[in-house]
């Protein structure tokens, strides 16, 4: 027993001073990769309240979250006052926006625009932001239910990400990143699968050690190491990457796969959910389709290369569809991608990406922000 002792106080103490040394050299490198995130029970995920940091993942950003759990540098109270008009915005990464500051956000750019051109009739208006890094359009539904419900917004802005969302939303597609997930019943009614609960990623971003990355570098590398392993959660294996297609062109085939049209029909009820959600909260609906970096190249010409690539595919599909299927349900919207690949293409600018990483590619920069904030407005 006392060896025994002796051996796990020397394992002990091997992993502490490991630690200790891996931390001095993560602080000497000026490593960071702060997470925001915290295990939610019904979304999944959530902003974790009074979270912040230095964003250079992509982009760069000193990000905030208030203590209400919005990357927003003001605490607003749920408690709607008087001569305020609130606009909810739900989405993804893109709402969330960690990749530039907060003023040059395509949400806080909106609120701005929308207050000079009296847009609420002499209402002050507040637009509050309940983006989350990898929500699916399933999960903004319960995020406007669960988390944006209570602020009482007079409108709920969906910002929807056909790159990614419409295979997020699907479990048969990308079924293996816990999430929760809605099927659709024989009926046409959504059933929720909430069994992302029990994952043991939820049970760790459950636990208040998760809190302690914001202090210690070393958790934040093995946060990063646990991102990059966990990025094949999000696709299959096998599949279409095999045929040289990666996951997230199937979005743009003209003639969708069997469970890819399952997807967007998915995709499509959860979009009239959101809003007959919305409505129950007497707020009006918008859907406002973003722009996947394929469809916005700086150089005209690109998108056609690219979808010659592809085959049978039109990079403008998916906007096309939801185009369509808004006419049908009779849903407000606005259509982002055509118009901000005709800005990109005469001003040769680049609206996504970052010299940091590559133009180009990823997220909006502050360009795409503003151009996307002007039409929505």
């Known amino acids: 027993m006392k060896a025994r002792t002796q051996y796990l106080l020397l394992l002990l103490g091997s992993l502490l001073a490991g630690g200790l040394l891996g931390e001095v050299a993560l602080r000497a490198v000026d490593f960071s990769y702060p997470s925001f995130q915290a295990h939610d029970v019904h979304t999944g995920l ?3 309240p009074g979270a912040k940091g230095l ?8 990000v905030r979250v208030n203590f209400t759990g919005m990357r927003d540098d003001r605490e607003i109270a749920p408690a709607k006052p008087a001569g305020v008009f609130r606009i909810a915005v739900l989405g ?12 040059q956000t395509s949400w806080r750019r909106l609120e701005a625009a929308l207050g000079e051109c009296g847009f609420a009739g002499g209402r002050r208006v507040e637009v509050l932001n309940f983006g989350v890094s990898g929500y699916s359009t399933g999960q903004a539904l319960l995020a406007l239910q669960h988390l944006a419900g209570p602020y009482r917004p007079d409108m709920a802005l969906l910002a929807c990400l056909s790159g990614n969302d419409v295979r997020d939303n699907s479990r048969e597609i990308a079924g293996r990143y816990p999430r929760p997930y809605f099927s659709l019943a024989p009926d046409g009614t959504l059933a929720l699968d909430a069994s992302f609960r029990e994952h043991w990623i939820a049970r760790i971003k459950a636990s208040s050690v998760w809190a302690l990355s914001d202090h210690l ?45 399952r997807a967007w029909k998915l995709t499509e009820t959860l979009i009239v959910a959101i809003g007959n959600a919305a409505a129950r ?33 039109d ?8 185009r369509a299927f808004a ?13 901000l690949a005709a800005q990109a293409a005469a001003r ?22 503003a151009r996307a904030a002007a039409l929505v407005a």
């Open 46 to 48: 959530a902003l974790r």
């Open 55 to 62: 964003w250079r993942e992509e982009g760069e950003a000193f």
């Open 92 to 103: 993804d990464s893109y709402a969330e926006a960690l990749q530039v500051p907060v003023d």
């Open 217 to 261: 570098r070393v958790m934040q590398l093995v946060n990063k190491a646990k991102n990059v392993i966990g990025q094949p959660l999000s696709a299959p294996a096998t599949g279409p990457q095999a045929a040289g297609m990666g996951l997230d062109d199937q979005v743009y085939m003209l003639r969708p796969k069997p469970e890819w049209e």
């Open 281 to 313: 909260l007497g707020a009006r609906f918008l859907l406002a389709t973003l722009s996947n970096p394929a469809q916005v190249p700086a150089q005209s010409g690109r998108m056609l290369e690219r979808a010659a690539k592809l085959g049978e595919a």
């Open 315 to 322: 990079l403008v599909y998916p906007e096309r569809r939801l």
């Open 327 to 339: 006419a049908r349900e009779h849903i407000d919207a606005v259509f982002l991608a055509e118009d």
């Open 348 to 369: 040769g600018k680049h609206l996504h990406g970052f010299a940091s990483t590559q133009v180009g590619t990823g997220h909006w920069n502050a360009g795409g922000h």
